[in-house]
Nanobody
Framework: QVQLVESGGGLVQPGGSLRLSCAVSGRIRSIYDMGWYRQAPGKQRELVARITSGGFTNYADSVKGRFTISRDNAKNTVYLQMNSLKPEETTVYYC???????????????WGQGTQVTVSS
């Protein structure tokens, strides 16, 4: 069974930093893209950042220059370094992975349970 386990959320003051981690475990053949999304109450889930298996990245315009996504393929882990956080970025952040469980099988997207990030003084 594939699991995505996030960690690193919490309370931080405006302008502060947090580093989120997401480890993928279980029977996995290949992991392709990995990413971070966030969803505020009453709003659609939105892309924050995404990274390919080769390290190519893309970011939401609102976080460019402040957030950095990275991954450790040996550990099946993706990270999100968030700097200069703003109060309006308070919400739940979700990890996402596009992966294949068995060779020749279908690719599918999996989600973590979410981690709360609160930016407040």
């Amino acid at each position: 069974q594939v699991q995505l386990v996030e960690s690193g959320g919490g309370l931080v003051q405006p302008g502060g930093s947090l580093r989120l981690s997401c480890a993928v475990s279980g029977r996995i053949r290949s992991i392709y893209d990995m990413g971070w999304y966030r969803q505020a109450p009453g709003k659609q889930r939105e892309l924050v950042a995404r990274i390919t298996s080769g390290g190519f990245t893309n970011y939401a315009d609102s976080v460019k220059g402040r957030f950095t996504i990275s991954r450790d393929n040996a550990k099946n882990t993706v990270y999100l370094q968030m700097n200069s956080l703003k109060p309006e970025e308070t919400t739940v952040y979700y990890c996402n992975a596009d992966l294949r469980v068995v060779q020749g099988g279908p690719r599918a997207e999996y989600w973590g349970q979410g981690t709360q990030v609160t930016v407040s003084s």
